[in-house]
């Protein structure tokens, strides 16, 4: 999951109305949705760009996250002049392109995109978690925690799960191996690099 968010130049009026938004992953996901809508109504564009489970699978998780945040640059309206992109560079795109090492804490736009894509994530695994019931979708959003684990083991995955990620794939073989990080990602596979 990506999105791309345009933003007026910045000012002192932007950076005022927008002065809570920060890197998605220092907010909770009721400030990510509250945030969001906010967001949307101060851009002058907003795109979110998704990767299936079948193309991280096909492609890999890097290849599969660019995917996700071209389709999400080609989606604003209207194009914009360049990018700042948090890491990565998008080969295929011809736009000119900054990618800033920690860019969801250095710029205003990045962090933006990032609380728009996590809290389209955010909405989707609770739809998922309805459609999926069993795995904690809806409160995990994915991640490793132990009802999502135990889930794999009562249930084995589904098709939300990444073939490709070593836990489920070991979960299929019968040689689940679990991340041994607190709060490792289990199943990221609608989870990517948000920007």
């Known amino acids: 999951m990506a999105a791309a968010v345009g ?6 009026q932007l950076r005022r109305l927008l002065r809570g938004v920060r890197d998605s992953k220092q907010m909770a996901p009721q400030q990510r949705l ?9 851009a002058w564009g907003c795109a979110v760009g998704e990767a299936s489970v079948e ?20 989606g604003l309206q209207p194009s914009p002049d360049g990018l700042l992109i948090d890491y990565l560079r998008l080969p295929d ?8 090492k920690f860019g969801d804490q250095r710029s205003l736009s990045i962090a933006a995109a990032s609380v728009v894509a996590k809290a389209h994530r955010d909405r989707l695994m609770v739809e998922l978690g309805r459609n999926h019931p069993g795995y904690g979708l809806a409160d995990n959003k994915g991640y490793g925690t132990a009802a999502h684990r135990a889930g794999l083991v009562q249930q084995g995955p589904c098709e939300i799960h ?4 070593a836990p489920i794939a070991g979960c299929l073989q019968g040689t689940a191996s ?12 609608l989870m990517t690099k948000v920007t």
Request: aromatic share 6%; hydrophobic share 50%.
């Open 55 to 74: 193309e991280i699978d096909a492609l890999g998780i890097v290849p599969a996250t660019r995917l996700a945040m071209l389709r999400a640059a080609m």
């Open 93 to 100: 795109l011809q736009l000119q392109q900054v990618a800033l």
């Open 34 to 42: 509250a945030w969001e809508p906010r967001i949307r109504q101060v």
């Open 162 to 165: 990444r073939r490709s990620f």
């Open 178 to 189: 679990w991340p041994a990080a607190r709060g490792a990602k289990l199943d990221n596979s």
């Open 7 to 12: 933003l007026p130049l910045e000012s002192r």
